[in-house]
């Protein structure tokens, strides 16, 4: 008969220790019931108790797959404990959600190492992500030993980054305008960064570095060495690289520098001209000269007046022009009158700011302010050293200067006395002896009107009016004084003095001063001589008829009326005496009908 079964053995031995390691022989041995004794062939049992390893590590911690050639791929090393022999192993990639992604297999020992470039075992790019590697190493003798590497990331995602210039025109040439460009850029976090400046023909002027994120920055077209450097066109570069190798690059070009100087000028024609002037060819005129006309942005012209208030502005692009013009009136058209100046301001794309201003000028739209000032009042120009001139003063205030003036005087008929004129301004104090451009004396307590006139460059003209009061005269003859009257007025053809409006005004006035000044000299007696003037000067025998039966005794009752008004102002009666002279004696030919007037007088002398 035949047996059959199965022995299982633990190692250990009949009192159940564990074997040493070796190889132990096993054979079978059977007896059947005749006593017949079979010896099985012996079976080799090898007894392997030693320990199994295995470790994979990756050479990356992270790694960009994206065919730059800077880190494509991460290299898995392996290794197994070989004490005992390796039936086989296996090498798996899992994602985060442990998936399998890819795996490599042999048998015997793992090899040293194995590279991935971050593909599927279909072909396909696996996304990025974090992901491990694990390796299972199976032993012949039925053990297992495996191994995971740390987590490693593909990335493929480049940096992120963004520059901007605020302008990329400036004038790093000390004006205090434009004198530096910001570089404006923001990053992801990052390795390195790396920025460059570089000229026209690609030389690197300027370098910067920055670890982490990208931070702004001012150029002042300066190189490393802080060296100014010339006009021209740069560029500004920078390149990031991440740690997977993965590089973003950005270039800004047209980055311009130009310090060429931008001078201005600015001139104004005219010194004065008159406020809201109609005739173009009178009004201020400019000339603008920019030499530099390249780059120019905007421009503005302005008239300010002496406090800097801007009056007037206009305002352009590009070109300046050649000249401007200004009629004196202000944004609304309204007159403005002042010291004002013309201001120039060119703005350049590269930020220079010129300006220039005029000369200041006068714009006037008033005529002068004029005043007229006379001391003494009345004055008595008679040799006594007592208020003999009058001292005339004026004072001219205008905005423009003075072209001319003239002060005429004229006698109580109207007719021009004397005149003093000049150009320019006149002086301030005229002193004026009472005596006509001929040379005659004023007369006695008579009013000389007189008229100033002053006119500026620009055509105004301002006129002032007034009187000068001449006193009464006390004139020596040899040992005796005069006084000759021509203003006591009487009424027509007859002996009584006119004592209504303003001639009977006079009249009291100067017959009061005459009594006045006949008490000065108290111990004088006083011929009162009345004259007339003859109407029939032209026929001799006419005349005399006149003279005698008319003029006469006119004269004489005129004399004595005065002679009456002064006894009533308290002048002694003793002490006077009336004439009448009528027409023998006459200041002037009877036949001038202009100066005639003078022969109608009333004399007064005073005598020891």
Known sequence: EFAEGSLVWDGRDAEGRLVPDGTFTYTLEAVDRAGNVGVSSPIAVNVDTSSVEASVTASLDVFGPTGNGVKDTVTFFMNARTDSPVGSWILSVVDSSNREIRSWNGSGAPLDSVEWNGRTASGSASPDGEYRTGLKVQYVKGDVAEATTAAFIIDTIPPFIEVSIDVRLFSPDGDGERETITVTQSSSDEVAFKGTITDGAGNEVISKLWTGVLEPFDWDGTDDSGNPLTDGDYSYNVIGVDEAGNETQVTVR???????????????????????????????????????????????????????????????????????????????GRPVEGIFTGVLTVSYHKGSRPRAESRPFVSDGSPPDVTVRLQPQPFSPDGDNVDDEVVIGLTVEDRSRISEWSLKIYDPRGKEFITFSGRGRPSERIIWDGRSGQGDLVQSAEDYPFVLTVTDVLGHTSVEEGQIAVDVLVIREGNRLKILINNITFQPSSPQLTMKGEEGEKNRQVLNRLAEIMQKYGSYRIVVEGHAVSLNWANPAAAEREQRNILVPLSESRAQTVVDELIDRRIAANRLQAVGIGGDKPIVPHGDLEERWRNRRVEFYLEK
């Open 254 to 332: 047209g980055i311009r520098i130009d310090t060429a100087p931008t001078p201005v000028y600015l001139t104004a024609s005219e010194g004065y001209i008159k406020a809201g002037e109609t005739d173009p060819d009178r009004m201020q005129s400019f000339a603008a000269v920019v030499p530099n006309s390249d780059g120019i942005a905007s421009w503005t012209f302005s008239i300010k007046d002496e406090d800097g208030r801007v009056v007037l502005t206009e305002t352009g692009s590009g070109s300046v022009p050649d000249g401007f013009s200004w009629n004196g009136t202000d944004r609304n």
